[in-house]
């Protein structure tokens, strides 16, 4: 090995020892870091280092992450919860989906087919987890959730100015390749949406929250994401009827439900009756077009053949066995399209019924009468989540929110008390009583 090589050696792993210590000693810093990396896209697809497989700074920053999930767990180690075990036991069939795809497949494939929709999410989660949820710590996390979904919104104000706002169906040419023409990608309009929640249930901004949200939902429905729009819409419907808490007066829930259904009816009829011109013309033929449900259905269909047996069915099939499938005459190879069936080809059914009962376990706590403003806020984004999983695989970000949320289920979560021996009675003497004396 040279000097110069030595050096770099040197300087990168010094340069992920900070990083690491920045995720455990400034989680919010860490935080902030690992988003605004989504920002740039070079982050996901720029090989920066290469170990058998291509690591991306993405891959680096998820592992320091995860590096200091593991450090937390040695400082503060946490009790024994359903939560953690259903976490362990998915990402033990993960390792062994892994092992069995680099003996077949080798490592770069089944690495490729693991690290994006697995040891993201579910590693990120892990970092969750781990993270002292302080009410300090969830409001900077808040914060840093908002600007960048801010961030996002000005990127795509600059396409829509360049490119139009296009539809669902649409291209545009850029440089001479045709584009899709939706100016952000699903993943990052399902952060905007969220961050809309987030600043629906910040009850301090008072009634400002709702004019800083709106900005962003218009943003979400100009960006045509169908997927998304169905978030939105469950997890508004979340913000209705359960409020911003157990005191939320009924007057409050009622205005709320009249303005939203007003918001919503006066945009149909906008859209309806050509107000909004070629922007409307988009709008409906996004909301219309059922092309790309009946091809993602077709596939699922062909994929849930692929499972050969009970081993299968119950521990999916290795890492790097590809989703290869005939849809219309074609073979498709893209993933399923659905987060459910990625689960069960790759984990199986144990694999699957553990991922929908770490949900379940995590927002039990949010539905309690008695649940304070952040789990609920929380348990919103999570319920968009199991929406989105329906046609996307989930984005590695979204592991951090399942994370927060786990953390407040297992810190808030009753402690089950140490039976001790009880006393023997004491059998109760029965005296006589004394004469009184006469006078």
């Known amino acids: 090995m040279t000097p110069t090589l030595l050096l770099f050696a040197l300087t990168g792993l010094l340069a ?12 919010a810093l860490g935080v902030a870091l690992l988003l605004t990396a989504g920002l740039w896209p070079a982050a996901r697809s720029e090989t920066v280092v290469h170990l058998g497989v291509s690591l991306t700074p993405q891959d680096l920053l998820v592992s320091c992450a995860m590096a200091a999930a593991c450090v937390n767990m040695l400082r503060r180690p ?7 075990l259903l976490l362990a036991l998915i990402l033990l069939l993960t390792a062994g989906s892994l092992l069995r795809g680099t003996a077949m497949f080798g490592a770069a494939a089944a690495g490729n087919d693991m690290r994006m929709p697995f040891l993201y999410v579910f590693g990120l989660a892990l970092y969750g987890i781990t993270l002292p949820c302080t009410a300090r710590l969830m409001r900077r996390l808040a914060s840093v959730w908002v600007v960048v979904a801010c961030v996002e919104t000005l990127r795509a104000v600059l396409w829509w100015a360049e490119n139009g706002i296009g539809s669902a169906v649409g291209q545009v040419v850029i440089d001479g390749v045709a584009s899709e023409s939706r100016a952000l990608s699903a993943p990052e309009a399902l952060l905007i949406a969220q961050a809309a929640v987030i600043l629906l249930y910040a009850t301090p901004l008072g009634t400002r929250r709702h004019l800083l949200a709106a900005p962003l939902l218009l943003t979400v429905v100009l960006l045509q994401h169908r997927t998304v729009w169905l ?7 979340g913000w209705l009827i359960a409020g911003t808490g157990a005191g939320t007066p009924a007057r409050g829930r009622g205005l709320r439900l009249g303005v939203t259904a007003a918001g919503l009816g006066l945009g149909v009829f906008a859209v309806s009756a050509g107000l909004l011109g070629r922007y ?3 709008l409906t033929v996004s909301a219309s077009d059922s092309g790309t449900l009946a091809w993602r259905a077709t596939g699922w269909y062909e994929l849930l053949g692929t499972l050969d047996g009970a081993a299968e069915w119950l521990t999916g099939r290795p890492f790097g066995s590809g989703f290869d499938r005939l849809v219309e005459g074609l073979v498709v190879g893209v993933s399923p399209h659905n987060y459910f069936i990625h689960l069960l080809l790759r984990i199986g059914l144990l694999g699957l019924c553990a991922f929908l009962a770490l949900y379940a376990a995590a927002l039990r706590p949010t539905l ?17 989540q199991l929406v989105f999983a329906l046609t996307y695989q989930i984005p ?10 786990c953390a407040l289920a297992v810190g808030v979560g009753p402690r089950l008390p140490r039976s001790r021996p009880s006393p ?9 009583a004394l004469p009184v004396p006469h006078t």
């Open 231 to 237: 978030v939105v819409a469950a997890m508004l419907a």
């Open 396 to 405: 590695p970000e979204q592991g951090l929110a399942l994370g927060a949320l």
């Open 280 to 282: 409307g013309t988009g």
């Open 78 to 84: 946490p009790r024994a919860h359903r939560l953690l």
């Open 16 to 27: 992920l020892a900070t990083t690491t210590v920045l995720f455990v000693r400034a989680p």
């Open 424 to 432: 023997p009675a004491v059998p109760h003497e029965t005296r006589p």
């Open 368 to 384: 309690r009468r008695g649940a304070d403003l952040t789990s609920r806020a929380l348990g919103m984004l999570v319920c968009g």
